[in-house]
């Protein structure tokens, strides 16, 4: 592990869970897991830069998708024989556009949070992809959150505080 400069602050670690772990019950909640997850890492990175617009966006993003829900159940439960109106199809279509928006911003403002935190505060250097982050995102932040958890635990072995 190599030796990275002494952060002036101790900040909280990051959520310590191995990506494949998070994989896994994500697979095995159809999901749930991962949005749930995102909150978690989102919170995280709100507690250590209060500056941090990701959970917002993350928030705002599972606001429309339960409205997009909404929309679809009272579409069916309407009963009108399959064929949505013009109105509600292009409300839902909105929706669905809106939600991909937010998502994406949540995701890459997280990104960016977490560059600027860990190549400030706590100065280990981090560069994300951005290919990475738009087709892994969650999976992604928590492959570098456990690789920087194990750089902050070999630090403090070694007696730094980082």
């Avoid at 999976?139 to 070999?154: D, G, P, S, V």
Wanted: charged share 10%.
């Amino acid at each position: 592990v190599p030796a990275y400069p002494v952060a002036v602050a101790i900040y909280p670690d990051p959520p310590n869970l191995h990506w494949a772990l998070v994989l896994l019950i994500t697979c095995f909640t159809c999901g749930l897991f991962g949005f749930v997850w995102m909150f978690v890492q989102a919170a995280w990175m709100r507690k250590v830069n209060p500056n941090s617009k990701a959970l917002f966006y993350y928030i705002a993003a599972i606001v429309v998708y339960v409205i997009m829900i909404g929309g679809d159940v009272a579409m069916i439960a309407s009963g009108s024989s399959g064929t949505p109106s013009a109105g509600t199809s292009a409300l839902l279509a909105v929706c669905g556009i809106a939600y991909c928006v937010l998502f994406i911003v949540a995701i890459f403002t997280m990104r960016s949070d977490m560059e600027e935190h860990f190549t400030g505060p706590e100065p280990i250097g981090l560069s994300l992809s951005g290919v990475m982050t738009f087709f892994f995102s969650i999976l992604y932040f928590q492959y570098h959150f456990t690789r920087i958890n194990e750089i902050k635990r070999a630090a403090r072995f070694r007696g730094a505080a980082i």
